[in-house]
C-alpha cells in the first residue's frame, strides 16, 4: 500500500491541500517553512498520536514529546491552532482534519481506503499562559473510498467553510453509506483497523502487531545518532516492554500486603491487649464477688458466733432458773416444815392446856386445807377448758369466714358438706351456754347455789358434746385419711404450687436481669457446657452464636429464629479447640449434654463455595464473628424468604413473613413468641417486653398461691388449735369439792375446845427445831438472792445480744442483698450456690484468716484496676475510632457502682474484642490471602511471565532479523549484517530467578512466593526484589525495577558486518569507518526491522511507506543514493523524505514529487501570525532531469580539469 494522497485541513500554518505521492518524495525548503509540520501530520495518522509511539519534530536530536527544562513540544493541538513560536493562527475554536488515502501497488490485493484523524482544539488562557487544549478527538476509516479535499471544505452561498466536526460523519454517511463508515472512539482501535485495511484486511489486527507497526513507522522516520551499537540495538531494534505500570501495581500490592500485615500485627497486638484488659477486668470481677462472698461469710460466721453466746446465755440463765426453781421449793419445804411444827406446838400446847376438842380441829382445818387446795386446783383445770372452749369459739368463727371461700370447697369437697356449717354454727353459738364469773368459784360460797349450778352442768356437757364433735370432725381418721391430713395435703400441694412460682418467677427475673445486661439467657445444656469447655480449654475462647447474629429486617426476626431452633445456640470455638471442645461435652455427666460445637473451618470453606440467592435468609441478617456468618451460610444459606404460602408450597427450603415454613419436603409453623428471640439488640428489647409482661403474669399466679397458701396454712393451724373439752367433768369436780367443804364447816362449827394439857418438854424441842428451820431458810434466802442477781445479770448480756444479732442479721442481710444486686449486674454469678457454700464456710471460719484474706483481696482488686486502666490505655493509643474504649471514671472508692462500670467495661472489652478477632482479623486474613495471591499471580503473571516472555520474544526478533538480513546485501562488495549477544553477568541471575518461577510447577496452584521453595541465588534474588519492591524513596526503587524489567538491559549486543572472503566486522569496534559507514548499516537494519514490523513475510498486502526526517545527514552523496535506491528499488517501498534545499539537489533525479515549503511575511495578520507558509508541489520529470544533471556534472568536472591544468602551468 502506496500513500497515494493526504489532505492538509487546518494542520500548523501549511494552507488546506492535497497532496499527490509518487514513489520517491522530497519535502524541501528552508529552516522552519513547514518541512516537519507536513511530515509530523502523516506521522499523526500512522501512529494516532499515540503516547509513546509518536515524536513530533523528529528530526531535533534532542526532542521528546515531554517539555524538559521549560521547552514547549509540539502538540495535535497546537498543530490544529498553527503554533508557531508560541503564536497562534487560530485564535478561535478549530476544527482540523488529516487524511491519509491509501492505494495498493501492483500485486497487491487490498482495497482504497482513507484514514481520517479529525481534532478539535481551543485555546486555554490562564493569565499569562496560553495552551492548547483538545475538545474532541474522532478517528475513521472510509474502506474503498478516497477522500479529497472537498469533503473537508465546502462552498455554499456564505462562501468557503471547513466541515463542523460534529456534522462530518453525517455528511459521509450520506454520500458513501453508514456501511463503508468506520469510527472509533480509541486510538488502539483505529491503529488496529488501520493496520488491518494495510495488510488487505476486512478487520482490525492484534493490538501488539499494531502498536509495533506504528513504533516502526514512528522510529525509521527520526533520525537519532548512532552513539553505540548496543544502545543502537537496544532502543531502535528490540520494541520497549513498558512494564512500568506492572512494576508499579506490583510493588503497591506488596506494600499494601505489607501495610496489611502492619495492620493485623496491630490488630493481634490490640487482641492481646484486650485479652490482658478483659483478664483484668474479669479478675476484678471475681475478686468483687469474692470479697462481697467473703463479707457475708464474716458476718454470717458474726452472727453464728454470737447466736452461740446467746444460746450459752440461755443455757445459764436455764441453769439459774433451774437454781432459783429449786432453792424456792426449799424454802417452800421449810416453810411447810415450819408450819407442820407450828402445828405441832399448837398441839402440844392444847394438850398442856387439856383442851381435847384441839386435835379433831386440827384434823377437820387440814381436811379443809386439802379441800382448798384441791378447789383451786379443779378450778384452774376448769378455767383452762373454758379457756380451751372460748379458743375453740374463737378459732371456729374465723374458720367459719375461711371455709365459705369457694377455693377450699373445691380443694376439699368434705368442708362442702351442711355438716360442716352446722357443726361450725353450733360451736360458735355455744359462747351463750358459757358460764360468766368462773373465777367467782374459788372466791364464793356457792353452796345456796348448788340447785342453779347443777342446771349449768346439763348445759355446759352439751357445749362439750358439739366441741368435741367438731374436733372429732378434723382429726378422726376413719376408712380414709382424716381430714386435717387431706387438709395438709392440700396444703403441700399449695406450698409446692407456690415454690415453682417462686422458682419461676426468680428465673424470669434472672432472665430480665441478664437482658437488662444485654446478655442472652442461654438453656441450661448450653450454659453448663459453655463452663466445661472454658474450663477444659482456656484458649478456647467459647461463644454462643445468639450472641454474634442480627436480623435487619424485624419482620422476618421470629420466622428466621423460629427456623433456625436450637442452632441459634451453638457454640462457637477456636478452630484448633473444636475436636477438645466437644471431648468436653461428651464428657459431661448425665445425659443432657446435647450442646452443639460449630465445625468452624470445615464450616468456612463450605460456605466460600456457596452461592447466595438474593433470597437467601442470609441477606437479612449480620454478624459480628466470622464463624457465626460461615456456620449459617453454610447451613443455611439455601432457606429463603418467600412472600406466600403457594410460592413455599414449591421452594425447598424456605420460610415466610408470618412464620410459616419449608424443608424435608413438608411445610411448618416456625414462629417465635417475642420472649424466646434472642438475635440482636432489637430482639433483646422485645424479648425484655415480653418477659416483663410474662414476669407480671407470673407475679399475679405468685400471689394468688401465696394468698391461698396462707389461707390455708391458717386453717391448718386453726384446726391443729382445737382441742378436745372435759368442760362438764372440770365443772362437777368444782361442784363435788364444794359440797364437802360445806360438809368439814358444819363440823367445825361443831367441836368443844375447853379441854387440853400442857407438853411442856415436846414444846420445847418443837421450838428448837422450828429455830433450825428459820436459820436454813434464812440461808436458802441468801442464795436466792445471789441467784436472782446472777439472772439479772444474764438476763441483760441476753439482752445486749439479743440487740447486737438484730444488728448481725441486718448486717446478714445488707450482705446477701448485695449479692443479690451483684447478680442481678453480672447474672453470671450464681447466687444460691455461693450463699450455699458461704453458710457452709462460716461454721467453721477462722475470722482472723478470713480477715486477712480480705485484706489481700483488697489489694488484688486495686492492682486489677490499675492493671485494667492501664491496658485500655495502651488499646485506645493506636486503635480505630470506632473501637475506642471508654474507661470508667473513677473517683477512688472501691464500690458497687464501680464494679457496675467494670462489668460494663467488661462487657465493652469483649465486644470490641469479639469484633476484632473473630470478624475483622479474620476479614484482614482472608484479604492477605487474596492479597498474597493477586499479588503472587501479579508478580509471576505480570512481571516474572512478562520479562521472561519478553527476554524470549527479544530472542526471536534478532534471530528472526537475522533472517530477514541474510537476504539484504548492500554495496558492490555484497555487505550483510547480522545480530549477536552476550548475557551481562549482573542480570543474568536475574533472568535464571525468573526462569525458575515461571517454569516452577506449584506457584498460583498450590503456593505462593511467600511459601514456595527456591533455590538459594533465586532466594537472594527475591530478596532483594521484596526489597526494592518496598525500598522508602520510591523514585530510587522505580528506577532500579524498570531496570530490571527492561529486558533490553540483559544482554549485550553486536552488529557484525560480514564481506564475503572476510572475517566478521563488529560495528562497535569499526573505528576506520567514516560516520557514514555506520549510517549505511543502520539503515539497513532499521529497513530489515520495519519490513518485519510490516509483516512483508505474511500475505501480499502490506505498508510500503516509509518517512526519513533529516534523512542521510552522515553519508555522502553516493551513499545516500546508494540507500535511497536500495529502499525504493530492492526494497520496494514508496520513500517521503525531508531535506533543507541546500543539500536536495544531487538528489533531484532521484525523486518523483517534490514539496517545497517557504515560509513568507503575510499582508494580513493571521490570529497573532505575521507569516505565512506557501507550498509549491512539483511532479518532476526524473529522465530530463538526469539529463540536465549528468551535463552538469561533465562541466564542472570539466572546469576542474583546467583549474588543475592551469595551476599545474603556473607551477612550471
Known amino acids: 500500500m502506496f500513500l497515494k494522497q493526504f489532505v492538509y485541513i487546518n494542520w500548523g500554518n501549511i494552507p488546506n491541500l492535497e497532496f499527490d505521492f509518487g514513489p520517491v518524495n522530497l519535502f524541501s525548503g528552508g529552516n522552519g517553512s513547514g518541512k516537519t509540520t507536513a511530515a509530523d501530520a502523516i506521522q499523526t495518522v500512522m501512529t494516532a498520536a499515540h503516547e509513546n509511539l509518536f515524536q513530533y519534530n523528529p528530526g531535533q536530536d534532542e526532542t521528546t514529546q515531554r517539555g524538559r527544562g521549560g521547552k514547549r513540544v509540539r502538540t495535535l493541538s497546537s498543530y490544529v491552532l498553527g503554533c508557531d513560536d508560541g503564536s497562534y493562527a487560530r485564535l478561535d475554536p478549530t476544527d482540523g482534519y488529516l487524511a491519509a488515502v491509501f492505494h495498493p501497488t501492483q500485486g497487491e490485493g487490498g482495497e482504497p481506503f482513507t484514514a481520517v484523524i479529525a481534532v478539535r482544539a481551543y485555546l486555554d488562557t490562564t493569565g499569562s499562559n496560553t495552551v492548547a487544549r483538545q475538545d474532541d478527538a474522532q478517528f475513521f476509516i472510509i474502506t474503498g473510498e478516497s477522500l479529497g479535499l472537498s469533503h473537508f471544505v465546502r462552498e455554499d452561498s456564505a462562501g468557503r467553510y471547513v466541515v ?72 531502535e531494534i528490540l520494541e520497549q516492554k513498558d512494564l512500568g505500570e506492572a512494576v508499579r501495581s506490583v510493588s503497591s500490592q506488596l506494600k499494601t500486603i505489607h501495610g496489611m500485615e502492619r495492620d493485623a500485627a496491630n490488630l493481634v497486638e490490640s487482641i492481646e491487649i484486650l485479652q490482658r484488659a478483659k483478664g483484668h477486668t474479669q479478675h476484678y470481677i471475681e475478686q468483687w464477688s469474692e470479697l462481697n462472698v467473703l463479707d457475708y461469710t464474716l458476718a454470717q460466721a458474726e452472727y453464728l458466733l454470737r447466736q452461740d453466746d446467746y444460746l450459752r446465755g440461755k443455757r445459764e440463765q436455764q441453769t439459774q432458773q433451774q437454781i432459783q426453781r429449786e432453792t424456792e421449793r426449799e424454802i417452800a419445804e421449810i416453810v411447810v416444815q415450819s408450819d407442820q411444827l407450828h402445828d405441832q406446838l399448837i398441839s402440844l400446847e392444847a394438850q398442856r392446856q387439856g383442851i381435847e376438842a384441839l386435835r379433831e380441829k386440827d384434823a377437820l382445818e387440814r381436811e379443809r386445807s386439802q379441800l382448798d387446795t384441791q378447789l383451786v386446783q379443779q378450778a384452774k383445770q376448769l378455767l383452762a377448758q373454758d379457756q380451751i372452749v372460748s379458743e375453740n369459739i374463737q378459732v371456729s368463727r374465723e374458720m367459719s369466714e375461711l371455709l365459705a371461700t369457694q377455693q377450699f370447697k373445691v380443694d376439699l369437697p368434705l368442708l362442702n358438706h351442711l355438716e360442716v356449717d352446722a357443726l361450725v354454727k353450733e360451736v360458735v353459738a355455744s359462747e351463750r351456754a358459757m358460764i ?94 459453655v463452663k466445661v469447655i472454658a474450663q477444659q480449654c482456656p484458649g478456647a475462647d467459647p461463644r454462643v452464636l445468639c450472641d454474634h447474629v442480627e436480623v435487619k429486617d424485624p419482620r422476618w426476626q421470629s420466622a428466621i429464629e423460629g427456623y433456625l431452633g436450637g442452632a441459634r445456640y451453638a457454640i462457637l470455638v477456636e478452630a484448633e479447640y473444636e475436636a477438645a471442645a466437644i471431648r468436653a461435652v461428651r464428657g459431661m455427666s448425665g445425659r443432657d449434654n446435647r450442646a452443639r460445637v460449630v465445625q468452624g473451618d470445615k464450616a468456612a470453606k463450605d460456605a466460600a463455595r456457596s452461592e447466595l440467592h438474593p433470597d437467601s435468609i442470609i441477606h437479612a441478617l449480620e454478624f459480628t464473628h466470622a464463624v457465626a456468618k460461615a456456620y449459617l451460610t453454610a447451613s443455611y444459606g439455601s432457606v429463603l424468604r418467600v412472600g406466600s404460602a403457594e410460592t413455599l408450597r414449591m421452594t425447598r427450603r424456605g420460610i415466610t413473613e408470618d412464620g410459616m415454613a419449608s424443608g424435608g419436603y413438608s411445610m411448618w409453623r416456625c414462629d417465635l413468641a417475642d420472649a424466646d428471640l434472642v438475635f440482636g439488640v432489637a430482639a433483646r428489647e ?34 391443729d388449735r382445737l382441742k378436745e373439752s372435759c368442760y362438764a367433768e372440770g365443772l362437777k369436780y368444782v361442784m363435788d369439792t364444794h359440797l364437802q367443804i360445806h360438809r368439814v364447816d358444819s363440823l367445825l362449827k361443831q367441836l368443844d375446845l375447853n379441854e387440853h394439857e400442857d407438853l411442856e418438854t415436846q414444846l420445847q424441842q418443837l421450838k428448837q427445831e422450828q429455830r433450825g428451820l428459820e436459820e436454813q431458810k434464812g440461808r436458802l434466802n441468801q442464795k436466792l438472792g445471789e441467784t436472782r442477781s446472777s439472772l439479772e445479770v ?67 482488686l486495686h492492682a486489677a484496676e490499675r492493671r485494667a486502666e492501664e491496658e485500655v490505655k495502651a488499646h485506645n493509643q493506636h486503635c480505630r475510632p470506632a473501637d475506642t474504649i471508654i474507661y470508667p471514671s473513677f473517683n477512688g472508692d472501691y464500690d458497687a457502682a464501680l464494679f457496675r462500670q467494670i462489668c460494663l467495661l467488661q462487657r465493652d472489652i469483649d465486644r470490641v474484642y469479639n469484633i476484632l478477632k473473630n470478624n475483622i482479623l479474620v476479614e484482614k486474613h482472608q484479604q492477605l490471602n487474596e492479597l498474597k495471591g493477586a499479588f503472587n499471580n501479579a508478580f509471576v503473571t505480570h512481571l516474572c511471565h512478562t520479562i521472561h516472555q519478553a527476554l524470549n520474544d527479544g530472542k526471536r526478533q534478532i534471530e528472526q532479523l537475522n533472517r530477514e538480513l541474510q537476504h539484504h546485501h548492500f554495496g558492490a562488495d555484497r555487505e550483510t549484517f547480522r545480530f549477536d549477544s552476550d548475557w551481562i553477568p ?81 560495528l562497535s569496534e569499526y573505528g576506520t569507518g567514516s560516520g557514514g559507514q555506520l549510517e549505511t548499516p543502520a539503515y539497513i537494519i532499521r529497513s530489515a526491522a520495519i519490513t518485519s514490523a510490516f509483516r512483508f513475510a505474511e500475505g501480499n498486502t502490506h505498508l510500503r511507506m516509509v518517512l526519513v526526517d533529516e534523512a542521510f545527514s552522515k553519508m555522502d552523496e553516493t551513499r545516500s543514493r546508494e540507500v535511497i535506491s536500495y529502499l525504493t528499488e530492492r526494497l520496494g517501498l514508496q520513500l517521503l523524505f525531508i531535506m533543507p534545499t541546500s543539500k536536495c539537489g544531487p538528489f533531484m533525479d532521484l525523486i518523483s514529487h517534490e514539496f517545497v515549503f517557504a515560509k513568507v511575511p503575510s499582508a494580513q495578520l493571521r490570529g497573532q501570525l505575521h507569516t505565512r507558509v506557501l507550498v509549491d508541489r512539483k511532479q518532476c520529470n526524473q529522465e530530463r532531469i538526469k539529463t540536465l544533471w549528468a551535463n552538469h556534472r561533465r562541466n564542472v568536472y570539466h572546469q576542474a580539469e583546467l583549474d588543475f591544468m592551469e595551476e599545474f602551468a603556473v607551477a612550471e
Open 986 to 1066: 549482573e542480570y543474568r541471575d536475574y533472568a535464571r530467578f525468573f526462569q525458575e518461577v515461571v517454569k516452577n510447577p506449584v506457584l498460583t496452584d498450590e503456593a505462593t512466593l511467600f511459601e514456595v521453595e527456591l533455590s538459594a541465588k533465586s532466594r537472594k534474588v527475591l530478596d532483594e526484589l521484596m526489597a526494592m519492591l518496598l525500598h522508602e524513596d520510591e523514585q530510587h526503587a522505580m528506577r532500579d525495577l524498570e531496570r530490571i524489567a527492561d529486558y533490553r538491559n540483559y544482554r549485550r549486543y553486536e552488529i557484525y558486518k560480514e564481506v564475503e572472503g572476510k572475517e566478521p566486522i563488529p
Open 436 to 529: 360468766p364469773e368462773l373465777h367467782n368459784l374459788v372466791q364464793r360460797d356457792f353452796s345456796g347455789e348448788i340447785p342453779a349450778l347443777s342446771r349449768s352442768l346439763e348445759q355446759i356437757q352439751s357445749v362439750q358434746q358439739v366441741h368435741n364433735r367438731w374436733h372429732a370432725f378434723w382429726h378422726t381418721q376413719g376408712d380414709e385419711e382424716s381430714v386435717r391430713s387431706q387438709l395438709a395435703a392440700t396444703q403441700h400441694a399449695r406450698r409446692s404450687r407456690y415454690q415453682q412460682l417462686t422458682d419461676q418467677r426468680r428465673h424470669k427475673q434472672q432472665e430480665i436481669e441478664r437482658l437488662n445486661a444485654n446478655q442472652v439467657t442461654y438453656p441450661p445444656f448450653v450454659e453448663r457446657a
Open 794 to 860: 444474764i438476763h441483760k448480756q441476753l439482752k445486749a445480744l439479743s440487740d447486737l444479732q438484730e444488728q448481725n442479721q441486718s448486717r446478714l442481710e445488707e450482705r446477701e442483698a448485695a449479692l443479690n444486686e451483684l447478680a442481678a449486674v453480672w447474672p453470671e454469678f450464681d447466687t444460691e450456690s455461693r450463699l450455699q457454700v458461704a453458710d457452709e464456710e462460716a461454721r467453721d471460719l477462722d475470722v482472723q484468716i478470713a480477715k486477712n484474706f480480705r485484706h489481700e483481696l483488697e489489694r488484688n
Open 686 to 719: 422485645r424479648a425484655l417486653h415480653a418477659k416483663l409482661e410474662e414476669l407480671s403474669l407470673i407475679e399475679v399466679e405468685w400471689n394468688q398461691a401465696n394468698d391461698q397458701l396462707q389461707q390455708i396454712t391458717y386453717l391448718l393451724q386453726s384446726v
Open 164 to 235: 463542523p466536526l460534529p456534522d462530518f460523519q453525517t455528511l459521509l454517511i450520506a454520500e458513501f453509506g453508514k456501511r463503508r463508515i468506520e469510527k472509533y472512539e480509541t486510538k488502539k482501535a483505529y491503529l488496529r483497523r488501520l493496520y488491518g485495511a494495510l495488510r488487505g484486511k476486512s478487520d482490525a489486527v492484534a493490538e501488539a502487531e499494531a502498536i509495533a507497526a506504528a513504533r516502526a513507522f514512528s522510529r525509521f522516520m527520526s533520525y537519532k545518532p548512532i552513539k553505540g551499537i548496543n544502545r543502537f540495538v537496544a532502543d
